[in-house]
C-alpha cells in the first residue's frame, strides 16, 4: 500500500496515481497538508530533497 514519504500515512492508489512524482515519492497526503495545497506542498518539498 503507498504511503506518504513525510508523515508515513497510507494512501489510496488513487492518490498515488494522481500526486506521485516520476519516481513514485508521495511527499505530501491528506494527512499533513491541506488538501486545496497537496500539490503546492508537493513541489516544495521535492525541491528540499
Not at 26 to 41: D, L, Q, W, Y
Amino acid at each position: 500500500m503507498p504511503e506518504c514519504d513525510h508523515c508515513g500515512a497510507h494512501v489510496s492508489d488513487q492518490f498515488a496515481r494522481v500526486f506521485a512524482d516520476e519516481r513514485g515519492h508521495i511527499r505530501a497526503c491528506p494527512n499533513c497538508s491541506a488538501n486545496a495545497g497537496i500539490a503546492e506542498v508537493s513541489r516544495e518539498r521535492a525541491h528540499e530533497v
